[in-house]
């Protein structure tokens, strides 16, 4: 059942991502987390992400921007790792409620208050239409880095930042999926160091005794597969519908996390 869950959502959403920018870290952690605790579901996802965003670049990653990308990554790859340690802070902090729920023990710990309020948050800018026009002046755009490369060491939520930074950066539509993707596998690589020299290492036996590497694995080729079959066939598909879908997931997985019961 696992490697049915990760890689259907792996497959489905990297093929909506490849012009969206954001979603694959948002749909698939929740995935993991079904599997493993939030903190190696946010690692884990990283992963399966890098190995993603390294496919897409040999795709459409010779059409970026060294300027832009130099701008916004060099900050977001900084601000990646601290927001990597503030997870690994927070995943050291006991649960603070447990309760159990249909013969199954849940806890509400100070990590998942903290992704589920986040994750709340991002669903809100997904869904309402007073964001749809969200964009910033190029002249923000190593903040816009830095304020990504933050969300997503510490919640893996960082796409939706990205595109809204790099919207208005003047790029023509090839270069600025180009430019998104290399963005992202700089702050993956950041933060894929400080999760393996904190919590990951800690709990790798966690992820490898539950079939966890596998998972990864098969994971990462079905969001190749994904990303393929997208660059060849779903080019028509809005942004609008892909905000709509992610939103939506966004809500029901903000509860699931700040209730326990993932």
């Known amino acids: 059942m696992s490697y049915i869950v990760i890689c259907t959502v792996a497959l489905l959403v990297s093929g909506l991502t490849l012009f ?18 939030v903190e190696v579901a946010i690692a884990a996802t990283a992963i399966v992400h890098l190995a993603n965003n390294l496919f897409k670049i040999g795709l459409v990653g010779r059409k970026a921007s060294p300027v832009v990308v130099l701008k916004f990554a060099l900050p977001a790859a900084i601000t990646a790792m601290v927001g990597a340690l503030l997870l690994n802070y927070f995943a050291t902090i006991e649960p603070m409620v447990q309760y159990t729920l249909f013969g199954r023990t849940c806890s509400i710990s100070m990590v998942k208050l903290v992704i589920a309020v986040m994750i709340l948050g991002f669903a809100i800018i997904e869904l309402h239409p007073v964001f749809d026009r969200l964009a910033f002046s190029p002249r ?10 933050f969300f997503g060491g510490l919640s893996g939520h960082q ?3 990205r595109t809204a930074f790099l919207i208005r950066a003047g790029l023509e539509k090839e270069v600025f999926i180009g430019t998104m993707v290399v963005s992202a596998v700089v702050v993956d690589i950041s933060r894929l160091m400080v999760y393996g020299a904190t919590f990951f290492s800690r709990d790798f036996a966690t992820l490898k005794d539950q079939g966890g590497i596998g998972l990864v694995i098969a994971g990462s080729l079905a969001a190749f597969a994904g990303a ?3 660059s060849r066939f ?18 029901l997985l903000s509860t699931a996390i700040g209730t326990g019961m993932i």
């Open 234 to 251: 779903l080019k028509k598909i809005t942004m609008r519908t892909i905000q709509i879908v992610v939103g939506v997931m966004l809500f």
């Open 159 to 161: 796409g939706a930042l």
């Open 20 to 37: 969206s920018g954001f979603g694959l870290g948002t749909l698939l952690m929740p995935a993991f987390a079904l599997f493993f605790p």
């Open 228 to 230: 393929f079959i997208a």
């Open 140 to 149: 923000f755009i190593p903040l816009g880095g830095a304020l990504s490369g």
